[in-house]
């Protein structure tokens, strides 16, 4: 790395024992772009269950199961968002200087 172009980036899925993985990239490379195209995936599976979700809530009829299944696709994706919104979160410009009141 060199005059820190290069950043950790925190990648969309995780490694053996579900420990996180990362990697180190200026963010131009192969797996920059896999991991882009692997966090449009979840964040549209995300959308989709929203929708599905929506759905079986207005269902009087919904079995137990049913809920419990939901429940658990939902945990999974939502712990996918939150990873996706710490790796870019994490991405993000610092400011030198606080904000000042009003935004000017």
Known sequence: ?????????????????????YLVTDGTGYLSRRADAVEQVQLAMADDLLGHTADLLADRRATADQLRFLLARMHESLTDVRRIAESRGARLPTRSTPPTPGGR
């Open 1 to 21: 790395m060199e005059d820190g172009d290069d950043d950790v980036r925190l990648l969309p899925w995780t490694g053996p024992g579900g420990k996180p993985c």
